[in-house]
């Protein structure tokens, strides 16, 4: 599934001392969109003024350890799947050495690496040992220690390949997974369960219990992540093109939902996110 779908941030273009992405080896990529965090600690300076930033729905979900060397602490979270934009505000009391481990699952994923359901994740945020108490325990101690990015990965995917549970894998969730990313979110709900042979009720259950959302909003969601992209990335994009391709009624109702998902026009998050691309440019 990997190989055909490809979501993205509100800034995908980012590349700074506290946020870098890194690819996972070739067996987690169906699992695991990417590794993230700092290529080693940095000094944190203080700040009286937040950095304002924006997440946007990437149909991924997130673990993320926090380690502040200054005073000596570990903070581990989990983040469940996002369905609607939210904004950050970093704001630092004090001068520290930090630095940030993360894994980005896709969010039909996670499971496969949890002792819990996925079920009432959404939109929230939980100490990762209410989800991935083993996980938390394999890492964890080591991050002190062990500070390059690259090490850290290893400890990770070497857990991580040695701890899929089978038990949780679900061939109609997974078929319906696969068929919404194949038809760009574009799908019919019942049509979908009728493709794949069971009832809507039950494909309903599976992905509140194994995601953490409905069918209907994933594919709303992975739709946007499709034309999110292509206005990224398409030189030549076309409204009235992705109105036909994806879907919509009109270019009114792709313009409202994709402002709905991102809280900015096309216009306007295009140029957020094209903002990091000089920075990017001068480091290659």
Not at 41 to 63: A, F, H, L, S, W
Not at 135 to 142: E, K, V, Y
Request: hydrophobic letters at 35%; one cysteine or more.
């Amino acid at each position: 599934m990997s190989v055909i779908y490809n979501p993205i941030t509100a800034t995908p273009f980012a590349y700074n001392e506290s946020y870098m992405e890194f690819e996972p080896c070739e067996a987690l990529k169906p699992y695991i969109k990417c590794f993230w965090g700092t290529k080693k600690p940095y000094r944190q300076m203080k700040t009286d003024t937040p950095t304002r930033g924006i997440v946007t729905p990437d149909t991924c979900v997130d673990i993320i350890f926090t380690v502040d060397f200054t005073n000596n602490r570990i903070r581990g979270s989990f983040c469940g799947i996002d369905d609607r934009t939210f904004t950050t505000y970093d704001a630092n009391d004090e001068e520290k050495v930090v630095s940030t481990f993360a894994i980005r699952f896709f969010a039909w994923s996670a499971v496969l690496f949890s002792e819990e359901s996925m079920s009432d994740t959404r939109n929230a945020f939980f100490e990762v040992g209410h989800h991935f108490s083993k996980l938390q325990r394999a890492i964890s101690p080591s991050l002190f220690d062990i500070v390059d990015m690259e090490a850290r990965i290893r400890i990770a995917e070497e857990y991580l390949l040695k701890h899929i549970h089978p038990e949780r894998k679900n061939t109609v969730l997974t078929d319906g997974v696969c068929e919404i990313l194949k038809r760009k979110g574009n799908v019919k709900i019942g049509q979908l369960a009728k493709d794949i042979h069971t009832s809507s009720r039950h494909l309903e259950r599976l992905f509140q219990e194994n995601i953490g959302i409905s069918p209907k909003r994933l594919a709303s969601l992975v739709r946007y992540q499709y034309l999110w992209n292509d206005i990224l990335f398409h030189p030549k994009f076309q409204i009235l093109d992705a109105v036909y391709q994806y879907g919509y009624t009109d270019q009114a109702h792709l313009l409202h939902d994709f402002k709905r998902f991102h809280t900015m026009n096309i216009t306007e998050a295009r140029e957020y996110a094209l903002k990091h691309v000089g920075f990017l440019q001068e480091k290659c």
